[in-house]
T-cell receptor
Framework: NAGVMQNPRHLVRRRGQEARLRCSPMKGHSHVYWYRQLPEEGLKFMVYLQKENIIDESGMPKERFSAEFPKEGPSILRIQQVVRGDSAAYFC???????????FGNGTRLTVT | AQTVTQSQPEMSVQEAETVTLSCTYDTSESDYYLFWYKQPPSRQMILVIRQEAYKQQNATENRFSVNFQKAAKSFSLKISDSQLGDAAMYFCAYKGGNDMRFGAGTRLTVKP
């Protein structure tokens, strides 16, 4: 049973470009979470999704950021018109239910030049 | 909003000794979960131990144990017989509603 898969592992974008981060949850997991981690800091909650639904996006910036978890395929975190402040590690985590612990992917490190 | 506080940015322990990492949290909920995650330099987030708030018994996983004080909203992690491989960032986490909140982390160094 493969773990949470995130790709790409590293992503470099120029200011103004779009970044698309992908996350395939563990088999049987329908709850997906996205977190952002700045250097030497903890993880900051961004968004919580279930299949085809955004349950809580209170941690996600209102502009330029969006997330989806379609019926088929991976969850996508999309950042439009990236700025240098978006540079961070973005982690995806999944769980089979709301109450069970999260299993994390290895993260995508986004660098905006 | 729930907050998680780790007051020790860095800790150091001698190999084979015991170290305790502190964590406090703030919540108005009665039913929730607490976790400790380890993040080595590889950046992978590894679940170390979990505790359900409704359970009075402290969780234990091999060399890792917690001291859960619900009234004090305290959830410390004790690592016994520390090993070089324990060196990492340790994050305390709270899960109550829809999200999981993390503390800022404690960097643990293990000296040979």
């Amino acid at each position: 049973n493969a773990g949470v898969m995130q790709n790409p592992r590293h992503l470099v974008r120029r200011r103004g470009q779009e970044a698309r981060l992908r996350c395939s949850p563990m088999k049987g997991h329908s709850h997906v979470y996205w977190y952002r981690q700045l250097p030497e800091e903890g993880l900051k909650f961004m968004v919580y999704l279930q299949k085809e639904n955004i349950i809580d996006e209170s941690g996600m910036p209102k502009e330029r950021f969006s997330a989806e978890f379609p019926k088929e395929g991976p969850s996508i975190l999309r950042i439009q018109q990236v700025v240098r402040g978006d540079s961070a590690a973005y982690f995806c985590a999944s769980a089979p239910s709301r109450v069970l612990p999260l299993h994390f992917g290895n993260g995508t490190r986004l660098t905006v030049t | 909003a729930q907050t998680v506080t780790q007051s020790q940015p860095e800790m150091s322990v001698q190999e084979a000794e015991t170290v305790t990492l502190s964590c406090t949290y703030d919540t108005s909920e009665s039913d929730y979960y607490l976790f400790w995650y380890k993040q080595p330099p590889s950046r992978q987030m590894i679940l170390v131990i979990r505790q359900e708030a409704y359970k009075q018994q402290n969780a234990t996983e091999n060399r890792f144990s917690v001291n859960f004080q619900k009234a004090a909203k305290s959830f410390s992690l004790k690592i016994s017989d520390s090993q070089l491989g324990d060196a990492a960032m340790y994050f305390c986490a709270y899960k109550g509603g829809n999200d999981m909140r993390f503390g800022a982390g404690t960097r643990l160094t293990v000296k040979p």
